[in-house]
């Protein structure tokens, strides 16, 4: 089970951690990722974390701006979140698969979600 929490209503050009909690056990083969939806949108990848080796991808629409880690030790998961403009308003989705992929369907535990809302 993924638990995702942090998300909130800020203004544009604040900060944000969400956390991904992970009960059970990660494996290191395993990747964890974050994707997000915004209203009248499909989901989409922003980042993924290789959970063994600590590598990460970050969508081109992210890069520089959030930035995923992992503490292996507490199973969870982070996305750091500078910068926020209104287009970040979106439920973001924690999800874990067994290799790496930008692909939803690909992802096969997901968390139920946490809403992050960027104010202008």
């Known amino acids: 089970q993924l638990q995702a929490s942090g998300g909130g209503l800020v203004q544009a050009g604040d900060s944000l951690r969400l956390s991904c909690a992970a009960s059970g056990r990660t494996f290191s083969s395993h990747v964890m990722a974050w994707f997000r939806q915004a209203p009248g949108k499909e989901r989409e990848f922003v980042a993924a974390?290789?959970?063994?080796?600590?590598?990460?991808y970050h969508s081109d629409h992210v890069k520089g701006r959030l930035t995923i880690s992992r503490i292996g030790a507490e199973n969870t998961m982070y996305l750091q979140m500078n910068s926020l403009k209104p287009k970040d308003t979106a439920v973001y989705y924690c999800?874990?698969?067994?290799?790496?992929?930008?692909?939803?369907?690909?992802?096969?535990?997901w968390g139920q979600g946490t809403l992050v809302t960027v104010s202008s």
């Open positions: 999800a874990r698969a067994n290799g790496y992929s930008q692909t939803e369907r690909e992802y096969y535990l």
């Open positions: 974390i290789r959970w063994g080796t600590g590598r990460t």
